[in-house]
């Protein structure tokens, strides 16, 4: 993340505000730094579901983070402050995949790394599973799983609860739930070691 | 996985461990679980499938993530810059830097309003949808006293019912394929305001709509700061809602709309 493209995304996320500068961090600042260090492995994890590189990742979560400090600036509400970012990095990863999709027309690293590892992953009860295969196989399972479902296993992983993921992905309760099971059966069915 | 009818599907043995599970229902789950070692077996085998995906999902993540002092450092600049600009001229700038010509504005105001009196007009009759049926779900509570409920800790998190139960629910209201974007399952009477998970208490309510679940929420939690203040008694809370929730909700809130926080959350859209 070179500093001249950084300042040119922050006059693209916010073109129409004046400039003046301050003397040191404030309170908010600290905060939403202090978020930014709970928040920022889970969001970038949870990015990496869409397919983008750790450099995007990296991108669409500073982005995240300005968007709240202006979310909280502005005095909207504080209620649920994660779940609020789950939602906004969704969102904004989903714009940066299809800006990449149509600027460069191509497959994107994890979908590439997810094909090659289900070619590898044909399992064979003969064969004594390492603990290296075992995870290879078990994330072709979930690199093979409908994007909602996989979607829904990532968030709960991170920790969020039913509710939390149906709000960020906009979907009801009923089907967070159903799609978990899914997910967990399929993983379920991948068999024993 | 195959479930008898008698024995708890996955989706509920999962509802169970995440604690997602209505209190009834869990009690009941429990009494089955102690008594069949399938759903036992069913369990922990969910159970070992969370364990493995949470281990490679982390293992295979957490190496490829470079340090967060660079990316922390970026952001307190960042956020540094940001801090320094003022936000009250956005709008001004805004439509300063917008030349529409007055032609082009007048013929898009037109289109606008055609269009919204054509979605109006199609509009299907909605608010039909937004009260329960009485006759199917008159609202069902528990024998509770007001010491009762309030003594005990409200719910942080929603509960979901047995999934046989809302699929029953559904079926009533004649729903047999429910499209998750507009309903979700509700308790008439919330069980923080003493109602039961009978499927009389349970009604599909439109998950988008201006007076939805969201609002009812709001208006369950004040009516239980009223019970448990002594302002109002469980009975009359319990009444009003069943009654008709959003004539609870305009009397308590004394507001002919639902007011913006209890709408904020879900409507908020920052990052356009």
């Not at chain 2, 999962?14 to 102690?34: I, K, T």
């Not at chain 2, 399938?38 to 957490?62: H, K, P, T, W």
């Not at chain 2, 039961?196 to 709001?218: E, G």
Request: aromatic residues 6%.
């Amino acid at each position: 993340m070179e500093g001249p493209r950084a300042d040119s995304s922050v006059e693209q996320l916010f073109p129409y505000v004046d400039v003046e500068r301050s003397t040191g961090p404030s309170a908010l600042e600290a905060e939403v730094t202090g978020l930014f260090d709970d928040l920022r492995g889970p969001v970038l994890r949870y990015l990496s579901s869409f397919g983008l590189s750790v450099h995007d990742g990296e991108e669409v979560t500073q982005e995240v983070f300005l968007s709240l400090f202006i979310h909280l600036r502005a005095g909207k509400p504080r209620s649920n402050i994660r779940g609020w970012v789950f939602r906004v990095a969704h969102n904004l990863g989903l714009k940066r995949r299809e800006t990449i999709q149509r600027a460069y027309r191509m497959v994107s690293p994890s979908d590439t790394r997810a094909m090659e590892l289900q070619l590898d992953a044909a399992p064979d009860p003969e064969e004594h599973i390492s603990s290296e295969q075992w995870r290879e196989r078990l994330l072709a399972i979930v690199q093979a799983l409908p994007e909602q479902d996989r979607r829904c296993l990532y968030l709960r992983a991170e920790g969020l609860r039913y509710r939390e993921i149906a709000d960020v992905l906009g979907i009801s309760l009923g089907s967070v739930a159903i799609s978990l099971a899914r997910s967990l059966a399929r993983l379920g069915n991948a068999g024993g070691r | 996985m195959n479930d008898g009818n008698s024995h708890v599907s996955d989706q509920d043995l999962l509802s169970l461990v995440d604690g997602e599970l209505s209190r009834s229902h869990v009690a009941e789950v429990h009494r089955h679980l102690e008594a069949c070692w399938n759903c036992r077996a069913r369990m922990q085998q969910i159970e070992g499938s969370i364990a493995d995906f949470v281990r490679a999902y982390r293992d295979n993540l957490d190496p490829q993530l470079p340090p967060a002092h660079v990316s922390r450092a970026m952001l307190k600049a960042r956020l540094s810059e940001l801090a320094a600009r003022q936000p009250q001229s956005v709008w001004r700038r805004a439509v300063q830097s917008v030349a529409i010509p007055r032609r082009v504005a007048y013929l898009s105001g037109a289109i606008a309003v055609m269009l919204i009196t054509l979605i109006v007009w199609q509009s299907p009759r909605s608010t039909l949808a937004l009260s329960p049926d009485p006759q199917l779900t008159p609202g069902a509570a528990l024998p509770l006293t007001e010491a009762d409920l309030c003594s005990r800790e409200p719910a942080s998190e929603s509960r979901l019912v047995l999934a046989s139960v809302g699929k029953r629910v559904f079926e009533e209201y004649g729903i047999r394929n429910p499209q998750p974007r507009r309903y979700e399952l509700d308790y008439l009477i919330d069980p923080d305001l003493g109602g039961s998970d009978d499927t009389r208490n349970l009604w599909p309510q439109p998950y988008s709509a201006t007076w939805n679940a969201r609002v009812k929420d709001a208006l369950e939690n004040h009516l239980r700061e009223l019970v448990c203040a002594g302002a109002i008694s469980l009975a009359q809370a319990q009444q009003d809602i069943s009654m008709d929730w959003i004539s609870a909700y305009k009397k308590y809130f004394q507001t002919d709309q639902p007011i913006e926080d209890h709408l904020a959350f879900v409507k908020d859209q920052p990052w356009q």
